[in-house]
């Protein structure tokens, strides 16, 4: 799921160089959400370990 963030970051950024704004916001969106997602479900992840 990070990598997947990391795709959409490296393609908002090559979009936005070259002047597709629309695709740039979009994939720029969607990395985001895909990283808070991460880090959510890592924390998460963190905490389930520690119980056991």
Known sequence: MLGNAV???IIAIIAG????SGIAGAASTI???L????????IVSFL???RR
Do not use: K, S
């Open 7 to 9: 795709l959409f970051f």
């Open 17 to 20: 160089v070259v002047g597709f």
């Open 31 to 33: 990395a985001q959400i």
């Open 35 to 42: 990283f808070v997602l991460f880090l959510i479900l890592c």
């Open 48 to 50: 389930t370990d520690r």
